[in-house]
């Protein structure tokens, strides 16, 4: 009988379901196999749960979803080097970037791999997504984690990334004021690299509370966002604006929000996805003050900065998370995420809990 793995696939919008599929195989040159031990529950996730979609990458076929994610080598290919340039070994723990790019198109030669012309990424088509027990990936993706880090902590690093990639986007310096709008794990995240960057102040607007409670533990100033929050932070900053906003919110309004906190000549960089595919900003806003307009995709070479930092306990990245599920109850998750249910702010999926 052929061998069989449990997995999560998307067969639509709010149809998520459990089920027996093929083993992926043992790994060729170049791969390795990984035994999921967990896997986080990202924003972009919840666009695909919500509307089958997410921009204009559509959902064809039942897809297993999922793409930030930690567990342990179950075998390696010939000549398998981890993201250090490593051997990779079978039994090692590791945080995989879910980025597969190709290394000789003309954006990798640049430097830039998030714009690789031949990105593959885990949890879109044509790759499956880590929310299954097994997955099959380049080796190279693979970065060893120390025996003191959490899974939790090791899933932890894509969001962080992020982070370290927005940040050095926005070119956050000593002494740079900067207002982030979304107090989600990704903007918890982000506030705590501009921290660390030196941004000061640091406002952050969310509409949620226990949210922007936590915000306000990790060193930001809190915005109600139900309670106009241009205005709170021009009034903060003598009508001057910021010189940085990062908006992380998934929003469609918050981008034209962020757009008007932002000073004259200052920076806007966009790090949420629309659930509409739309941009929406005044063209006198960002023309008027002469904005610097960034988008983030993704991350570039940035696992092992994430993972000194956490190591160097100069970041925190468990306290973001609220809630924990086993595979088997892999909808109820989603669908407590998707209606910001119960206090949820990071739902993290023990995959070696089936049930």
């Known amino acids: 009988m052929a061998k069989t793995m449990l997995a999560a696939r998307l067969h639509g919008p709010r149809d998520l379901r459990v089920e027996k599929i093929p083993y992926p195989g043992e790994p060729g040159p170049g791969e390795a196999l990984v035994r999921v031990a967990e896997a986080g529950v990202c924003g972009s996730d919840l666009h695909g749960f919500l509307h089958g979609r997410i921009g204009d990458t ?17 075998a390696a290919g010939p000549g398998a080097l981890d993201g250090q340039f490593k051997p990779l070994k079978p039994g090692a723990r590791v945080a995989v970037d879910p980025a597969q790019f190709c290394g000789h198109c003309e954006m990798c030669e640049r430097g830039v791999p998030n714009l690789c012309l031949n990105l593959l990424f885990c949890g879109l088509p044509p790759l499956p997504g880590c929310m299954a027990q097994y997955i099959r990936v380049p080796a190279r993706t693979c970065f060893p984690v120390p025996k003191e880090m959490s899974d939790t902590a090791a899933v932890m690093l894509e ?16 002494g740079s004021s900067v207002a982030i709008i979304g107090a989600g794990p990704v903007g918890l995240c982000i506030l705590q690299t501009v921290k660390l960057a030196g941004g000061r102040p640091i406002f952050v607007s969310e509409k949620l509370p226990w949210r922007l409670e936590l915000a306000q533990e990790l060193g930001a100033i809190p915005i109600d966002a139900g309670k106009d929050p241009v205005r709170a932070v021009l009034r903060a900053t003598g009508e001057r604006g910021v010189d940085v906003a990062i908006e992380a919110a998934w929003a469609d309004e918050t981008v034209q929000q962020a757009a008007e906190m932002v000073r004259l000549g200052g920076t806007l960089a966009v790090v949420g996805i629309s659930a509409e595919d739309r941009l929406t900003i005044k063209h006198s806003t960002a023309r008027r003050k002469g904005l610097t307009l960034l988008f983030v995709r993704r991350m570039k070479f940035s696992y092992p900065r994430a993972l000194a930092l956490v190591q160097a306990r100069a970041v925190d990245l468990e306290c973001m998370v609220s809630h924990r599920f086993p595979l088997s109850r892999i909808a109820k998750a989603f669908a407590l995420n998707a209606g910001y249910k119960d206090k949820v702010n990071k739902v993290i999926l023990k995959i070696g809990e089936i049930g």
Request: glycine share 10%; aromatic share 4%; no cysteine.
């Open 58 to 74: 559509v959902l064809q076929q039942a897809q297993i979803i999922g793409h930030e994610f930690a567990g342990v080598i179950e």
């Open 159 to 174: 969001p962080l990334g992020i982070a370290l990639h927005a940040t050095d986007l926005a070119r956050v310096r000593v």
